[in-house]
């Protein structure tokens, strides 16, 4: 989706720069269209099942909330010193709990702006809360560089604590007295 927006951008640039071709797929603005229009389907279905099946199971709440101001500070200071506990990557810290409840909004917004700016006549009420089509545009922009920036960030975090990889896909349980005596 992110490759494909930066073609439909570059047809059109908001701003004064536009992304190397390289970067991007579909060709031209039409292929880059049928590209984004095709995956959005993948993103809204997969979004929404994602979020009913967190919602209704109560993982929402168990997984990624509440989150205490004072926690969430402690665990900003630990993550920037490299210093956070990682002894059981099924619970998450205060600053794992707010970025991904961060990305799920980003994702909402550029979906709610897309949905603006595509079905633009069909959705007023939305194309006006988004500030009109021409701010719509501006608005899926920047949630797309939030979204971008989450995932760059991630895949450090990932980088640096490489267990993580294999807890994201399966259920891996890190024991911190895994391997000792019993
Ligand atoms: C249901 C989801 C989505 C829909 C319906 C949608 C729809 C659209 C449409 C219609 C355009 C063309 C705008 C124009 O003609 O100026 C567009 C552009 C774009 N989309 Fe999406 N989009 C969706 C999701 C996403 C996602 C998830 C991303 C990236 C994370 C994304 C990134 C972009 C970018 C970068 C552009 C170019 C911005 C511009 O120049 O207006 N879109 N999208």
Redesign the pocket.
């Known amino acids: 989706?992110?490759t494909s927006?930066?073609r439909?951008?570059n047809a059109?640039?908001?701003f004064e720069f536009k992304f190397p071709k390289m970067l991007t797929i579909g060709g031209w603005l039409g292929g880059a269209?049928q590209w984004?229009?095709a995956a959005?389907w993948l993103?809204?279905i997969n979004g929404l099942i994602y979020l009913l099946v967190n919602i209704i199971s109560g993982r929402m709440w168990s997984k990624f909330l509440p989150i205490r101001p004072k926690q969430l500070l402690a665990d900003f200071r630990d993550a920037l010193m490299l210093k956070l506990d990682h002894s059981n990557l099924q619970n998450y810290n205060a600053v794992q709990k707010s970025a991904y409840l961060s990305a799920m909004l980003f994702?909402i917004v550029?979906?709610l702006s897309?949905?603006a700016?595509?079905k633009s006549v069909q959705f007023p009420l939305l194309r006006e809360l988004m500030g009109g089509y021409d701010n719509a545009?501006i608005v899926?922009?920047f949630?797309?560089s939030l979204?971008?920036a989450f995932v760059f960030v991630h895949v450090v975090m990932v980088t640096l604590v490489p267990e993580t990889l294999v807890a994201m896909i399966g259920s891996f349980k890190r024991n911190k007295t895994a391997g000792a005596k019993s």
Request: no cysteine; aromatic share 18%; glycine share 6%.
């Open positions: 989706m992110v927006g930066w439909i951008y059109s640039p908001i269209l984004h229009f959005m993103l809204a994702i550029t979906v897309g949905l700016i595509w545009r899926h922009f949630a797309m979204i971008v």
